[in-house]
């Protein structure tokens, strides 16, 4: 067959350009950003001083709950009657003054309260069941002696986050962390507390619920009827929920609607039933060894080492929670070093004082920078007086220690849910589109929760965990350890994220970001946000900074 001359080749091929990225024409796209700008007040701004004094009363009363939950639980456990129960949280008062002074002027920097920490709470109950079958003359001697033991567990457990941090072996560890860790470890900083929000709340409905409603709509959408009810509400809305739903709470105290109701929905709804006001004493100041001499038992301080372990490991999660959500860069290696060996001399004053448990970061608190949009270290600071004075003067404190428990956990529905989102908000400096990031964050996330949840679901009233070997001092560190979400996080998430082809995926990871700010000039933010105040760098080792 011949070629005619019509025949013509398949047409050229024309480039066509690329198509765009996925929704690239369908809106902005947000750039990572290293501060939030919604904040009105950084970690180094300072509010007016009216402002001031009243954010720094309302961080008292967010802690306010830990401290009387702690109490109110163990106080009873240990034979102690009411006026034990306020002198407890007087002394929990007192010592979170203390620490919370320290950690914020010589520590993290940050503004974070340094509150009652229930991680202690198996390595306690371990200690109670010890002298729950030995004769006392009374209970009250029995608390007493359960206190001193108490004491001497939590000197000797101080020597954990001592080393830890002055040795610089925890700052070290935080150099293998990255984005990819950082998120699931500050998210389960907040979701892992999820038992102390709408369970605990559920225990008084008609209170705990009217609080949630009430503070959400009230503190994100009154404000916007206004921009003065903007600001009021925005920074106040707190406090003016807890004395609406207080005050709602005596009511229905005063009208008898609680008069038939079981004894623990009197505990739980009742504002005369924790008899705090007609037991505490008009003024008492807390002081050393104020229930005799320590007792020192090895079994019992080495269930405390794991708790001292644990808080370490929460207050890290807590403390990049804060950073954030107070403007400040990442906290350095050598600055979380700092800020835990304090930890463990605030430990040993806790021993020394006799507080009922150690300290660790409040979690509610940092939730309430966000909530605030106030990050200012100094109020912070001003909190503390308000922890002094209502330490000392106990009936006063006691007004406020008489605020139902629901009300704190409906607080702490909201406070704990912006501490989680904070943790997510750290994924913005790593691939989010990279699998092997999401299988690492997912994994550490899921065990974070689902591990220590198992371990809190199995531990018995009487503190006995899943662990149950012939030595209960080893049967105490597991529990403790395992038992708390974000220490659970920290292993896993660190385990994986540097054993997975960390090298290939060194990008991914989001290191060439958190890097910079590992080293003390690697930033010039390092020195004006965690710097120590009166030049005190000048005159200590580098090596302590």
Known sequence: MVETASHQGPPPQVARPPPPPLGGTRGPVFPPNEQLHQLHFCIHSNPPWPQAIILAFQHYIVMLGSTVLIASTLVPLMGGNNGDKGRVIQTLLFMAGVNTLLQTLLGARL?????????????????????????????????????????????????????LGYSRVWGNLTRFFSPVILVPVVCVVGLGLFMRGFPQLANCVEIGLPMLILLVIGQQYLKRIHPRAQLILERFGLLLCVAIIWAFAGILTVAGAYKNAMEQTKRSCRVDHSYLISSSPWIRIPYPFQWGPPVFRASHVFGMMGAALVTSAESTGTFFAAARLAGATPPPPHVLSRSIGLQGISLLLDGLFGATVGTTASVENVGLLGLTHIGSRRVVQISTAFMFFFSIFGKFGALFASIPLPIFAAIYCVLFGIVAATGISFLQFANSNSMRNLYVLGLSLFLGVSISQYFVSHTTTDGHGPVKTDGGWFNDILNTIFSSPPTVAIIVGTLLDNTLDPRRFHDDRGIQWLVPFHHWKGDSRNEEFYNLPLRINEYMPTRYL
Not at 126 to 145: G, L, M, P, Q, W
């Open 111 to 163: 503004p974070t309260v340094m509150g009652a920490s229930f991680a202690f709470f198996i390595p306690v109950m371990s200690i109670v069941n010890d002298f729950a079958d030995k004769t006392f003359k009374s209970e009250h001697e029995r608390f007493v002696y359960t206190m001193r033991a108490i004491q001497g567990s939590l000197m000797v457990s101080s020597i954990i986050n001592i080393f």
